[in-house]
């Protein structure tokens, strides 16, 4: 019982400090409804293992450290401004000049299934065949010759903005893992909320109290992670509409230029 409350105590304040509307969340939601599984997956265990790492870090005394060096930060607070203002304007042109707007499930994916219309029709691949094995008939009613001379071409679901088949392959993972290394530590003010201030209320715990605490806090991040990276799947069908990626888009734009800039300025 001595060990649950100083438990819960780091539970409730780690969700309070990561429950809320950041660059780190946002492009993990993003993440969910447009990637593969593995891609999810790698992003979800990259965001718990950082904040695990900046956690038990700050508990050991390392956000000491991070004080005595504001330079550092200030050197940091640029490279993420820069690259936060890229990512924006980026977003912000999707949202503006679409390219395409619905979820295509790729082999590599779960089988969340997309929304598939007879206008999604691209070179390169055959119409689907009757569940007698037959090509299908054309409009005239007379059968094709072959399977080449089929006009109609189609896709199984359009892409999403910045997806290409094999999204849930290595380098779509190994891009994922990347950007989201960035957005978590080339942010000062990560240091500042997990080194700092969750290292200092740990270290007040008391010498055995702080690592019940400190699990407490990493759970919560594991947790939060966990439930928007795998629940923002559900999610899916609702992107397979166009105008859905377009409003998201917008919404990620204002996010990552409304933080670039704060960082830019110091605030």
């Known amino acids: 019982m001595t060990a649950l409350l100083p438990l819960l105590s780091g539970l409730g304040t780690g969700l309070a400090l990561i429950v809320a509307i950041g660059v780190q969340n946002t492009y993990l939601l993003r993440l969910a409804v447009s990637a593969g599984l593995r891609v999810v997956v790698a992003a979800v265990l990259v965001c718990a293992a950082s904040d695990a790492v900046l956690i038990l870090a700050g508990v050991l005394g390392v956000g000491a450290v991070v004080e005595r060096f504001p330079a550092a930060l200030v050197v940091i607070r640029f490279v993420g401004a820069a690259f936060l203002l890229t990512y924006g304007v980026l977003a912000a042109r999707r949202a503006l000049r679409p390219s395409g707007d619905a979820i295509r499930v790729t082999a590599d994916d779960d089988g969340i299934p997309g929304v598939a219309t007879d206008d999604d029709r691209v070179p390169g691949t055959t119409a689907p065949e009757n569940r007698s094995g037959a090509a299908p008939a054309s409009r005239s009613g007379a059968a094709p010759a072959s399977r080449s001379e089929a006009t109609p071409t189609w896709r199984s679901r359009a892409e999403p903005p910045d997806r290409s088949p094999g999204t849930g392959g290595a380098p779509a993972t190994r891009t994922a893992v990347l950007t989201m290394l960035v957005f978590t530590w080339a942010n000062p003010h990560v240091y500042l909320d997990t080194l700092v201030f969750l290292g200092s209320v740990a270290n007040q715990q008391g010498v055995d109290d702080r690592w019940w605490w400190t699990a407490g806090a990493v759970a919560a991040s594991c947790l939060w992670f966990g439930a928007l ?19 998201f888009d917008g919404c990620v734009a204002v996010v990552m230029l409304a933080f670039g800039v704060l960082l830019a300025v110091g605030a």
Request: aromatic share 16%; proline share 11%.
């Open 229 to 247: 990276g795998f629940g923002g799947r559900l999610l899916r069908p609702l992107f397979a509409m166009p105008g859905t990626w377009r409003v």
